[in-house]
């Protein structure tokens, strides 16, 4: 059994209480500078951190809210009802953890954060000397690392060939030439989550053809790793969901736990493997990854303040922010190694030229050097394909220089060529389906999306690569509030997008859909938006 553990964030005297007002209260602790929200009303006091479940943005007071419940996100306006602890924007979404509200005698209170023990101090086992060679750690692309533990061989995140979200990301690396025997040699894989540069369908294929018993492993996320395996017609016959918070035993010296993100419960996951008493943690996405740019948007935002410039100043904040965030972290964490990954792609498609250009991102070697500026105690590696980690000698001596092998001389790091005619051809494909000859798909598809009841009018345009309108395209306005498809805008006040989609990455998305069986993406807006913006890089317009 793990044991809960109370800590005191913030403590207010009783002057401080009488002074807290009716509604909303920002609050920050003078000794951390950490900001909390209390809010009062007549059935008493709740209590949260000032941190966006998104991605930890500090909330402000939401003007447009006249109840004075509500606090907007400064980061991506998320919205968070601080009487119910609900965020009411994205719609029905997530909880806010809530901090315990103490009274004390004499009139002043304080907030506690309950935290259960961390479940990997459990059961501790005895730390071994390592020997040279026992356990190697080698980077194939992205996400995707291999570790020789002892007798072992375990493969993370196998995203190995093919596109990921449609055909918006590519491989930045070029896997090592032998990495279809890697993967198909494995004894176990673990693949942290559902998203397509971590769970690759066009990767698991191959190994389903030379291996399909292969044992893999996945967190039991509320929303299934495996939610689309068989339309995917990939076949693996030995997938096995594991309970959080609980060490797996694989031999005598290996054992590995899987843990859920804080931001993205129902979805992420992450991974602590324990050799002979060494703690490797796999974080994958749970801490954002350390390229950061704009995630696919407002690059392909126009109009409004949506200037080339305004972008580039956006992108350039967004990747300093996350590089502080990602360094300040590994300092906190104190590892003997760190290697930044889970990274490595790149918008390689033609049509996604201008993404490309746009959407820089940090490199893990500017990472690595903050860290090594910030705390150069801890040893970093920069990988490349191929490349190995000897964890035995690392350990020893972290200055050794035969601590980390390079990939032999003749590798190609970057790769220069991708198979997009393959994958893009297959999503072209549903441009021509029957149902499009039908108007009336527009309908059934935005009442199955089933977001409604916002005052949003959206006007989409179905384009060609180049984000002009597409022949005999769709040219429609759907008005949210009623879910209605009007001829012209409303004369009512509201909110007003263009999306301009590529036809084909529309068309095959509407056909193929996303899983609603069982109903897994029930914030309904975001999966529209993420959707729309993630995986149809469409051009997106504000008025
Ligand atoms: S961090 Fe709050 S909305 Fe993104």
């Known amino acids: 059994m793990t044991s809960q553990t109370a800590k005191v964030v913030l403590s207010l005297d009783a002057h401080a209480v009488d002074s807290l007002k009716d509604g909303v209260n920002f609050k920050k602790n003078p000794e951390d500078s950490k900001c909390y929200i209390i809010y009062k009303s007549e059935e008493g006091l709740r209590a949260c951190k000032n941190q966006c479940k998104h991605q930890g943005g500090l909330f402000i007071k939401d003007i447009e809210d006249l109840d004075g419940k509500t606090v907007k996100c400064t980061k991506h306006n998320w919205k968070l009802n601080v009487s119910t602890m609900k965020y009411v924007n994205p719609p029905d979404s997530f909880m806010q953890d809530e901090l315990e509200v103490e009274a004390l005698e004499g009139g002043g209170l304080q907030l506690l954060e309950l935290d259960p023990e961390d479940p990997w101090l459990e059961d501790p086992r005895e730390t071994l000397e390592l020997q040279p060679g026992e356990v190697q750690v080698t980077y194939l ?23 990921a979200f449609a055909q918006g990301w590519w491989l930045l690396h070029e896997p090592p030439a032998d990495w279809s025997d890697r993967l198909c040699g494995a004894d176990l894989v673990y693949i942290s989550h559902m998203h397509s540069d971590h769970l690759s369908y066009p990767t698991l294929k191959v190994l389903s053809e030379r291996r399909p018993d292969m044992p893999i492993y996945v967190g039991d996320t509320s929303r299934p790793v495996f939610w689309y395996l068989e339309r995917s017609e990939v076949k693996l016959t030995n997938i096995n969901v594991v309970p959080f918070g609980t060490w797996q035993n694989v031999d005598e010296h290996l054992r590995y736990m ?3 993100d804080g931001v993205h419960p129902e979805m992420d996951t992450c991974i602590i493997v324990q050799y002979k008493g060494h703690m490797i943690l796999n974080t994958v996405d749970c801490t954002s990854d350390f390229a950061g740019g704009a995630s696919g948007f407002p690059m392909t935002f126009y109009g409004g303040k949506y200037t080339d410039s305004w972008k580039a100043q956006f992108v350039k904040n967004e990747r300093k922010k996350l590089l502080n965030y990602k360094a300040s972290l590994v300092k ?12 490595y792609f790149v918008e390689a498609h033609p049509s996604d030229r201008y993404i490309k250009e746009t959407n820089t991102k940090n490199s893990a070697a500017d990472l690595n050097a903050l860290i090594n500026k910030q705390a150069p105690e801890i040893k970093t590696w920069t990988p490349q394909p191929g490349a190995v980690l000897d964890l035995g000698l690392a350990l020893r001596d972290p200055s050794d220089s035969r601590a980390v092998r390079a990939p032999p001389a003749d590798t190609k790091v970057l790769k220069d060529n991708w198979d997009f005619g393959l994958y893009v051809n297959e999503q072209n494909s549903a441009i021509g389906a029957d149902i499009f000859t039908y108007p009336e798909w527009i309908q059934f598809y935005y009442t199955w999306a089933g977001f409604d009841n916002y005052n949003l009018v959206v006007r989409v345009i179905e384009t060609d690569d180049n984000f002009q309108p597409f022949p005999n395209g769709f040219d429609y306005l759907v008005d949210f509030s009623d879910l209605t498809f009007p001829a012209e805008r409303p004369d009512r006040e509201h909110s007003y997008l263009e999306l301009k989609n590529r036809v084909g990455v529309m068309r095959w998305v509407v056909l193929n859909g996303i899983s609603r069986d069982p109903d897994i993406y029930h914030h309904k807006y975001f999966f529209l938006k993420f959707m729309q913006f993630l995986y149809l890089k469409s051009l997106v317009a504000l008025g």
Do not use: N
């Not at 692309?141 to 596109?163: I, K, N, V, Y």
């Not at 906190?332 to 990274?343: D, I, N, R």
């Open 258 to 260: 899987i843990l859920m």
């Open 141 to 163: 692309t992205h996400a995707c690392m291999e570790l020789q533990l002892g007798s072992c061989r375990f493969l993370f995140d196998p995203w190995l060939q093919g596109p």
């Open 332 to 343: 906190s964490l104190q590892p003997k190694v760190y290697c930044p990954f889970a990274g």
